[in-house]
């Protein structure tokens, strides 16, 4: 009889184990199709504006034809005004606004870090401040600036310092994210003790661990410098979102504001991919 009991009790105790290991197995198939069907209607949300977008920029003169002609016309428009110089300064300036952001942002935040942490919350809060200021508010402080700057130099390259304000607090969250992530005192504190000097510490310990949320920074300064239009358009400075609202302003290229439309996207798209493959490599190696 005891064993009788011992045993039905054993696979009552089984029984009773797999009942929950089966609802939790139930509640994970209904969550994983959620997520499939939600991730389905925005990605359709999303994709089916740029496929419409891409397909009008293909169209052909003739109704049902297919063209080219348009994506063509990227290297060679003349405008006026002309694309092809936009896309050139719109493409430096995403470089040169990148360069400046990370050397000015990652040695700041891994020192603030290291050697003054309770300043930390006065950083976040100076690097976070632009997001409440309307870029329209940006422009009326800056206008004052960049009239004496355009006595100098009127390239629009010197927007860059507009738009490194900009994408300050894009750059700060990404690389706050990548900092919190490892153990930078500890790494410091093992640096110090083997004689490694400060400069040693931030650029050749600290900052390699922090390889993914830099490529997400240099993505988020990018997509932000590729796609600015309202304080290049007020201050009279001409980029790639300032020739596309001028091309559109005459019927007769809306195919070459399409093509140029989608390729920007595409370009932006693609940068994405590749940062991606370079992080998950970068985390690999590391591993």
């Not at 040169?96 to 952001?101: A, C, D, K, R």
């Not at 504190?189 to 931030?202: F, K």
């Amino acid at each position: 009889m005891a064993a009788v009991s011992s045993l039905s009790a054993e696979l009552g105790g089984t029984a009773q184990g797999s009942a929950p290991r089966a609802l939790r197995a139930g509640q994970r198939r209904r969550l994983n199709l959620f997520r499939y069907v939600m991730f389905t209607i925005f990605g359709l949300f999303f994709l089916l504006p740029l496929l419409a977008m891409v397909r009008f920029s293909l169209e052909g003169s003739k109704l049902g034809t297919w063209s080219l002609a348009a994506w063509k016309q990227l290297t060679s428009y003349q405008g006026p005004p002309p694309l092809l110089p936009a896309i050139e300064i719109t493409l430096e300036l995403a470089v040169i606004t990148s360069v400046v952001m990370l050397v000015l942002v990652v040695p700041t935040m891994i020192w603030v870090r290291l050697r003054v942490r309770w300043f930390s919350r006065v950083l976040e809060f100076l690097c976070l401040l632009p997001l409440t200021i309307p870029a329209i508010v940006l422009v009326v402080g800056l206008a004052p600036i960049y009239n004496k700057i355009e006595r100098v130099n009127v390239s629009a390259l010197m927007l860059f310092w507009a738009y490194v304000v900009l994408a300050l607090p894009y750059a700060y969250r990404a690389l706050a994210a990548g900092l919190n992530s490892i153990d930078a005192t500890t790494l410091s504190e093992a640096a110090r003790s083997l004689g490694a000097r400060w400069s040693t510490v931030m650029f050749r310990i600290i900052a390699p661990n922090m390889g993914q949320a830099i490529l997400n920074a240099l993505l988020l300064t990018v997509a932000l410098v590729m796609g600015e239009f309202t304080i290049a358009y007020l201050l009279t400075y001409v980029n790639l979102q300032v020739e596309l609202f001028s091309i559109s302003r005459n019927t007769t290229n809306a195919g070459v504001l399409f093509s140029a439309s989608s390729a920007t996207l595409l370009f932006t798209f693609v940068l994405l991919m590749i940062l991606t493959y370079i992080g998950r490599r970068l985390h690999r190696g590391r591993s």
